[in-house]
């Protein structure tokens, strides 16, 4: 099939960008869509020009790297499934495809399709972990963990930090991806113990890089490549607001004793 | 040849860690902070290293060339991991998991370090746990287990189709609380692109800024290397697009020996190849072998029909079908290690039994399981990997039988290392699958992950301190010095190199070109005519390279096609080196399949009196490389052929 691309095209993080206009042709229903950017990007080099810049690696939909803004969606039209899963016998033969970078204050970009999305991974540094270091660990399975509340820990764990989230947010909220990891260890006796200080320091630095706040849409949960629930999102709500009525509880407790 | 020192401890084999870490020597808390350590890759093995380091007290720099420690490729292994906790009362043990991987790897690893591996695996389970991965887990609540290729036991955890994403998460978030305590600096999308040695030991690196293009210079008292297998020389493999093999080419040069480099996996289970624009191959996890049957028609005219789309595979009868892997080995049936079943597919496909369109495909049929357990019993083991291939393949795999291909997956070869996982670089050290040490010729599944976290969590953090107890007195070097100057001229030299040919062909057009070389030549069959072929073809291509490749932009900027050739480049030379040893190798074993040598049953046939040894190789410049041996010898175990029948 042959495609017209409008693709946005931007030097660096510091200059402004534009759409460009692509064409291209005989492309193959079965060929994924960062294929059929492989291919226009073959095409730009053969001719003297510069490939268009796009994040990617894994290509099989578990890294997160790949983005994309593809005709107003995160990750393209198709369902649960990142750009680099979606094909393009979802798309018809001489389908124009405006393709652009994720939008977010937070996520500024660095070139072309591609941004930093470094503010996650400072999220994640501010509490999204279990305290505990190599070597000083209890037998498996001397804790048992019921299988359903296990299971919502995997559901929740399974967030692969790709942003689609923010990019499908009106606000540029960050609480899908927020209120997963919370939710991964908030399910767990082994999360306990540092789910006060967790839920705090994590929604702090979401604050900080930017993130707009949750307005209930639910744009995120349509859109997540892993289909996280929104109900993660109640879960990170009510961590929070424990998280106050605790810290009070304890302090009162402390000057009490 | 003296060089070549395992180091293995002496005494019985169950005691020989636990002799070496009594008798090893230590840093003290106040000497940890004064030494710096480089961590190479952000992968299980290197995220695991630099979390552990950093908990240790050690100032660890990591980089990886992903905007994210969290993307490293470990994130898509799929299956499984390995550990011998015998919570299923099967009959496991250390000795056994330990025996299993010898036994898969054909008896081409070294009894310490593969003895050491089991015995550390049952930690591994009880840090990740304690980390939070949600491993899946029984209705008593108690941790689930599933039987893997290559073992007679279920010894494997996972957490859905998704096991390395969760273990990669689990580093990360560990990596990531030493980040906020300040014990560990990340330097995402930065590249290394050489290795700086003075005085004979690794000191430090030159890394590019992927954003900006600068090169930049980074001391270190030690320098860890965990990039990962160089299974993209193919082009289409299972591996990440950026996964190189860059960093163990770059030490390799510098006086580290690559041992036993044509040692590659073949995996079974990968989707098939479907058209010339391909990027890559995606996996489908072995795991799926335990439901799955996997046959082809019994007669060639039902295969013609199959690939014609004239028939539907749920039209062939049950008795026309030859579940072949059943047939040959009834032992192991279809969960045959990985070598012996990609050879199987290879030779019903070359046979002329072959489906889909090309001829090139296998079925690996779960309507067997289905009747038996349900579909949403299978839905809750299978489903993301069945949906993804149906994303893939267009085809619901619930009603027809999935399409499956052999694909490069991993390399057992790499970097040689000695039993402190240190190569002939003093003060280098390598992990994880870019170290040739524990899977010999063939690595059983789920036992990546296992390797990957054993070197990373609970070897690394032992045996580099070993090292370092003897650097506690080395001043941090200044990246001014002369051997810093130089490493990074050169290395600015090769790029402007790269930017000024200017020729007519893409870099993907060169890298595909060597991944068909490798394919038909230093693939899943080998010959001596065809290796000797390949290294003509492989030389010619280089040199075409050189003068012809072209990439647009500047070096002084965010510039991918630069990236591609700076790795493809390597490739080029690494490439050669395979075939080299591959051709040096006259025997068949494990993934090394040499067709001069075959059972009349076309089993492998190994040569344990010539060959049972590591393949050494050492650089000496300009395109030569000399082997070195480093003869296996077997204290505990009788070497048997391997036989899954």
């Excluded at chain 1, 226009?40 to 053969?46: A, I, M």
């Excluded at chain 2, 019985?12 to 008798?23: A, D, I, T």
């Excluded at chain 2, 991918?560 to 050669?576: C, I, M, P, S």
Aim: hydrophobic share 35%.
């Amino acid at each position: 099939m042959d495609l017209k691309l409008k693709i946005w095209r931007q030097k660096n993080a510091k200059s402004g960008g534009r759409f460009e206009k692509y064409q291209v042709k005989g492309i193959s229903p079965n060929c994924s869509f960062l294929e059929m950017l492989d291919i226009l990007n073959e095409q730009l080099v053969r001719s003297g020009q510069e490939p268009v810049a796009f994040d990617h690696d894994c290509r099989e939909g578990i890294c997160g790297m790949c983005s994309l803004y593809i005709n107003g969606k995160p990750h393209g039209p198709d369902k649960a499934i990142t750009t680099c899963q979606l094909h393009m016998r979802k798309f018809k033969d001489g389908d124009t495809i405006t393709i652009e970078p994720w939008r977010s204050r937070a996520f500024p970009v660095i070139r072309d399709l591609m941004v930093d999305r470094y503010a996650f991974d400072r999220i994640i540094q501010a509490g999204g972990y279990i305290s505990v270091n190599a070597g000083g660990a209890q037998d498996a399975n001397a804790m048992p963990v019921p299988k359903y509340q296990a299971d919502l820990s995997m559901d929740a764990a399974a967030c692969i930090g790709c942003g689609a989230c923010v990019a499908a947010c009106k606000n540029a909220s960050a609480m899908l991806f927020v209120s997963a990891k919370v939710s991964q260890f908030a399910l767990l006796p082994q999360g306990r113990p540092e789910a006060v200080e967790r839920v705090r320091n994590m929604v702090k630095s979401m604050d900080e890089a930017g993130f707009g706040n949750c307005t209930n849409t639910g744009a995120c949960e349509a859109e997540c490549p892993k289909e996280i629930k929104l109900t993660n999102i109640a879960r990170l709500n009510r961590e929070f607001f424990n998280s106050k009525v605790c810290a009070e509880t304890r302090k009162a407790a402390v000057f009490a004793g | 040849m003296t060089r070549l020192v395992s180091k293995v401890p002496p005494g019985p084999l169950e005691e020989k860690w636990s002799y070496y870490k009594s008798h090893q020597n230590l840093v003290n808390p106040a000497n940890k902070r004064k030494l710096d350590i480089i961590v190479v890759g952000t992968g299980l093995a290197g995220g695991a290293a630099a979390a552990s380091l950093g908990e240790l007290g050690f100032n660890v720099k990591n980089f990886c060339y992903q905007d994210s420690p969290r993307r490293a490729h470990s994130i898509a292994a799929q299956g499984g991991i390995n550990a011998a906790k015998n919570y299923q009362n099967d009959g496991d043990s250390i000795y056994r998991l330990f025996y299993d991987t010898i036994k898969g790897g054909d008896y081409r690893a070294r009894e310490g370090n593969v003895y050491r591996l089991a015995e550390v695996s049952n930690l591994i389970i009880d840090q990740c746990v304690a980390q939070g991965v949600p491993f899946a887990r029984e209705y008593g609540g108690l941790l689930d287990n599933r039987s893997f290729g290559g073992a007679q036991v279920s010894r494997t955890f996972y957490a859905r189709g998704q096991t390395g994403q969760q273990l990669l998460l689990g580093a990360y978030s560990s990596l990531s609380r030493q980040v906020k305590k300040g014990t560990v600096k990340l330097y995402p999308r930065e590249e290394m692109q050489d290795l700086v040695i003075i005085d004979g030991k690794a000191r430090g690196i030159i890394t590019r800024d992927l954003i900006t293009g600068e090169l930049h210079r980074h001391f270190a008292h030690a320098v860890v290397i965990a990039t990962g297998g160089y299974g993209n020389v193919f082009f289409l493999s299972t591996n990440a697009m950026g996964s190189n093999g860059s960093a163990l080419w770059q030490i390799y040069k510098r006086g580290a020996y690559f041992g036993n480099p044509c040692f590659t996996q073949i995996h079974p289970t990968c989707i098939p190849v479907h058209g010339d624009y391909q990027s890559k191959l995606t996996l489908m996890s072995e795991s799926l072998r335990n439901d799955g049957r996997i046959w082809v028609p019994k007669r060639k005219e039902d295969a013609e029909a199959l690939r014609h789309g004239k028939l539907r595979p749920t039209q062939i009868k049950e008795e026309d079908r030859d579940y072949y892997l059943e047939r040959r080995y009834p032992a192991f049936g279809n969960l045959v290690p990985r070598d012996v079943a990609s050879r199987a597919a290879k030779e019903r496909c070359d046979a002329g039994f072959g489906v889909g369109e090309t001829g090139l495909a296998v079925f690996l049929d779960f309507a067997d399981a289905i009747g038996r357990l349900g579909k949403s019993a299978i839905e809750e083991r299978y489903g993301n990997l069945f949906q993804m291939y149906e994303k893939i393949v267009d085809e619901n795999p619930y009603e027809n039988p999935m399409m499956i291909y052999p694909a490069v997956h991993y390399t057992m070869g790499g970097i040689w290392v000695d039993y402190e996982l240190m190569s002939t670089i003093p003060g280098c050290f390598v992990l994880g699958e870019a170290n040739f040490s524990d899977h010999g010729a063939n690595r059983l599944g789920a036992s990546a992950l296992m390797q990957g976290l054993a070197d990373g969590y609970f070897v690394i953090p032992y045996t580099i301190q070993n090292y370092l107890s003897s650097e506690i007195r080395t001043a941090r070097i200044s990246t001014d010095k002369e051997e810093f100057a130089a490493a990074g001229k050169q290395v600015a030299d090769r790029l402007e190199k790269l930017m000024s040919i200017k020729g007519k062909q893409t870099v993907d057009d060169f890298h595909k070109r060597l991944g068909r070389i490798m394919w038909e030549y230093v693939g899943m069959g080998r010959n001596e005519a065809g290796l000797k072929k390949a290294v003509g073809m492989i030389q010619e291509l280089r040199q075409e390279f050189w003068q012809d490749v072209r990439i647009p932009g500047t070096m002084h900027e965010l510039n991918t096609e630069l990236e591609k050739a700076n790795r493809v480049a390597d490739f080029l030379e690494l490439g050669e080196l395979m075939a080299l040893d591959a051709l040096n190798r006259n025997e068949s074993c494990g993934g090394h399949f040499r067709e001069e040598f075959q059972t009349d049953e076309g089993e492998a046939l190994r040569d344990d009196a010539n060959y049972a040894y590591v393949a050494a190789w050492e650089y000496q410049g300009d395109g030569k490389h000399e082997l070195h041996k480093e003869v296996l010898e077997y204290e505990f175990i009788e070497v048997k052929q391997r036989n899954y029948k």
